[in-house]
């Protein structure tokens, strides 16, 4: 008889995660239509046990052996490690949403619609066929879409999320018909097989037989991809929806999305383009550049804490866009270095940003206003959090001892390697530009506050441990940054 532990097991070690979120959320969606209660914040818990699981499952293939499933799904360096990511910061924004759920009211299909959002993120990130990509990034977009206006009530959420809603459609259409040029050059969906037949037959790289159709698809797909990151210019949506919607859902907009988007683009990149012409790639530098700039300008005058934030997160977006062009083949380039410095970052920038946006809500709550004036005295009535958010946005500035900086160092480190010195002089000097805003709000936390108002601020114990791991992940990640480097380069 075969041995059915070695056949399942491919498919457990590839898809194990995915099932086992997709068996969550359809367990919380049925508990939630069965159960009538009021309260219904123990769905949130039951869905962290769901989210849990699947990172065991995750940490225990985390080593196996790369293959592929059904020739669709595949379990190698990108999949494994931002799967790994994924589920972290979906633990985070549970962990967020728990505590937010019992200081304002929230619909109770937050829950499950997280969970098929995370569902889909991985999808993104472990498939290599675009039918399963495309699918994965819709049911990602399509939750999104209704998290961010779940809050009826309010014409801010009701309004950030149309425009979500409009601009992420346009992103989709645009992607979508990107795709089906790489289909219609290529005569198939599979990203492996493109690439076999890319890079075993000399001369039969799509750009070499189809250089203009080849330029045009990476355009379409760099710029659909575009919206859903939020680069600039398809930026727009970003600060009214970050602005409207629950604050656990801007964390979630902010990283977990993106964190997703970025391995799916990553993918593209290295299955498709990155034997093809090297011209394409200054394109991702014009929005890489764009982004920098954009975003940290536009945030100098925000008073705003979350658009604020919404605009520095199309800065780093624009940071972690530099590897990307970089991917071409008249450089001798290391791709596994550039692999590893975009999953650095993103781990540095998931924890300092989802640390900041709960402080964020904290004090935002607690003040009863979203105005960085807030912050005023946060120190003499809550030196942990003033603490804890001084930690976040030394982290987004890239200041030392903290992950931030080791991610931009060590992208700068592969802009001077690779030749393309320029971009990591433009990642420091609007890195530069940053340390006004989020220096000024460093400022206003050490700042004496004469307000009558100024209460002692207690955050849950909730709240607390997720400050606590977001602060750990921060400053580990910034002291002994090998502890994920050598996990990288084992995987590599």
């Given at each position: 008889?075969?041995?059915?532990?070695?056949?399942?097991?491919?498919?457990?070690?590839?898809?194990?995660?995915?099932?086992?979120?997709?068996?969550?959320?359809?367990?919380?969606?049925?508990?939630?239509?069965?159960?009538?209660?009021?309260?219904?914040?123990?769905?949130?818990?039951?869905?962290?046990?769901?989210?849990?699981?699947?990172?065991?499952?995750?940490?225990?293939?985390?080593?196996?052996?790369?293959?592929?499933?059904?020739?669709?799904?595949?379990?190698?360096?990108?999949?494994?490690?931002?799967?790994?990511?994924?589920?972290?910061?979906?633990?985070?924004?549970?962990?967020?949403?728990y505590?937010?759920?019992?200081?304002?009211?929230?619909?109770?299909?937050?829950?499950?619609?997280?969970?098929?959002?995370?569902?889909?993120?991985?999808?993104?990130?472990?498939?290599?066929?675009?039918?399963?990509?495309y699918?994965?990034?819709?049911l990602?977009?399509?939750?999104?879409?209704?998290?961010?206006?779940?809050?009826?009530?309010?014409?801010?959420?009701?309004?950030?999320?149309?425009?979500?809603?409009?601009?992420?459609?346009?992103?989709?259409?645009?992607?979508?018909?990107?795709?089906s040029?790489?289909?219609?050059?290529?005569?198939?969906?599979?990203?492996?097989?493109?690439?076999?037949?890319?890079?075993?037959?000399?001369?039969?790289?799509?750009?070499?037989?189809?250089?203009?159709?080849?330029?045009?698809?990476?355009?379409?797909?760099?710029?659909?991809?575009?919206?859903?990151?939020?680069?600039?210019?398809?930026?727009m949506?970003?600060?009214?929806?970050?602005?409207?919607?629950?604050?656990?859902?801007?964390?979630f907009?902010?990283?977990?999305?993106?964190?997703?988007?970025?391995?799916?683009?990553?993918?593209?990149?290295?299955?498709?383009?990155?034997?093809?012409?090297?011209?394409?790639?200054?394109?991702?530098?014009?929005?890489?550049?764009?982004?920098?700039?954009?975003?940290?300008?536009?945030?100098?005058?925000?008073?705003?804490?979350?658009?604020?934030?919404?605009?520095?997160?199309?800065?780093?977006?624009?940071?972690?866009?530099?590897?990307?062009?970089?991917?071409?083949?008249n450089?001798?380039?290391?791709?596994?270095?550039?692999?590893?410095?975009?999953?650095?970052?993103?781990?540095?920038?998931?924890?300092?940003?989802?640390?900041?946006?709960?402080i964020?809500?904290?004090?935002?709550?607690?003040?009863?206003?979203?105005?960085?004036?807030?912050?005023?005295?946060?120190?003499?009535?809550?030196?942990w959090?003033?603490?804890?958010?001084?930690?976040?946005?030394?982290?987004?500035?890239?200041?030392?001892?903290?992950?931030?900086?080791?991610g931009?160092?060590?992208?700068?480190?592969?802009?001077?390697?690779?030749?393309?010195?320029?971009l990591?002089?433009?990642?420091?000097?609007?890195?530069?530009?940053?340390?006004?805003?989020?220096?000024?709000?460093?400022?206003?936390?050490?700042?004496?506050?004469?307000?009558?108002?100024?209460?002692?601020?207690?955050?849950?114990?909730?709240?607390?441990?997720?400050?606590?791991?977001?602060?750990?992940?921060?400053?580990?990640?910034?002291?002994?940054?090998?502890?994920?480097?050598?996990?990288?380069?084992?995987?590599?």
């Open positions: 008889m075969p041995n059915l532990d070695a056949l399942h097991q491919p498919y457990w070690s590839a898809m194990g995660p995915m099932i086992t979120l997709t068996v969550a959320a359809f367990v919380v969606m049925i508990l939630e239509f069965v159960f009538k209660s009021e309260d219904k914040r123990w769905l949130h818990g039951l869905s962290m046990l769901g989210v849990v699981a699947a990172l065991v499952v995750a940490i225990w293939h985390f080593y196996a052996k790369p293959q592929a499933v059904l020739a669709t799904v595949q379990n190698d360096i990108i999949a494994t490690m931002f799967t790994l990511l994924i589920l972290i910061t979906a633990l985070l924004v549970f962990l967020f949403t505590d937010y759920a019992a200081q304002v009211k929230v619909a109770s299909e937050h829950t499950y619609l997280i969970l098929f959002a995370v569902v889909g993120a991985l999808a993104m990130v472990s498939s290599v066929d675009m039918v399963t990509l699918v994965g990034l819709e990602l977009s399509v939750s999104s879409y209704i998290l961010a206006a779940l809050r009826t009530k309010s014409t801010r959420s009701v309004e950030g999320g149309i425009k979500y809603l409009l601009m992420g459609s346009i992103g989709s259409a645009v992607l979508l018909y990107g795709l040029f790489i289909y219609g050059l290529s005569g198939t969906t599979n990203l492996g097989e493109l690439f076999s037949k890319q890079t075993l037959t000399s001369g039969a790289s799509l750009f070499a037989q189809y250089p203009a159709v080849t330029v045009l698809a990476f355009v379409l797909i760099l710029g659909g991809l575009g919206f859903k990151l939020s680069l600039v210019p398809f930026h949506w970003t600060p009214d929806t970050y602005d409207g919607a629950p604050t656990p859902i801007s964390a907009l902010s990283t977990l999305s993106k964190t997703a988007v970025f391995g799916m683009l990553l993918r593209m990149m290295l299955y498709v383009f990155s034997v093809s012409g090297s011209n394409m790639f200054y394109l991702a530098s014009l929005l890489a550049v764009a982004s920098m700039l954009v975003g940290n300008l536009i945030a100098l005058p925000q008073r705003n804490m979350k658009r604020l934030l919404a605009f520095s997160s199309v800065a780093q977006a624009g940071y972690v866009l530099i590897p990307f062009t970089m991917f071409n083949e450089n001798v380039v290391d791709w596994t270095s550039l692999v590893n410095s975009i999953t650095f970052y993103l781990f540095a920038y998931t924890f300092t940003t989802v640390g900041a946006f709960a964020v809500h904290v004090v935002s709550h607690a003040r009863n206003s979203g105005d960085s004036d807030a912050l005023l005295g946060l120190y003499q009535r809550s030196p959090l003033a603490g804890a958010l001084t930690i976040f946005l030394l982290g987004l500035a890239g200041m030392p001892l903290t992950a931030g900086f080791v931009k160092f060590y992208i700068f480190a592969d802009t001077i390697h690779l030749h393309q010195a320029w990591g002089v433009l990642l420091f000097l609007t890195s530069v530009v940053s340390f006004f805003y989020y220096f000024g709000w460093i400022r206003k936390i050490y700042q004496k506050s004469e307000a009558k108002d100024s209460v002692l601020i207690r955050p849950s114990g909730i709240m607390n441990t997720l400050l606590g791991l977001c602060v750990l992940g921060t400053l580990i990640l910034g002291v002994v940054p090998a502890t994920l480097l050598h996990a990288l380069a084992k995987l590599a």
